[in-house]
């Protein structure tokens, strides 16, 4: 079972606008995997929180 897809913002910019959470470190560390395959960590923006999006079927 897939982690939720997201929006969100991080800091550095993240290139690709959604993405699945792979997990959490502490409360606004995030490791993301984009659809692309490619995979990222940062900070989620302080201005924006994570957005849930309804799984696709895929």
Do not use: N, Q, T
């Not at 692309?36 to 302080?46: D, I, M, Q, R, T």
């Amino acid at each position: 079972m897939k982690p939720p897809l997201v929006h969100f913002c991080l800091s550095p910019p993240l290139p690709c606008l959604r993405a699945w959470v792979l997990g959490y470190s502490g409360s606004s560390h995030v490791e993301v995997l984009c659809e692309s395959g490619a995979y990222y960590s940062g900070h989620v923006g302080e201005g924006r929180k994570s957005i849930p999006l309804p799984p696709r079927d895929s």
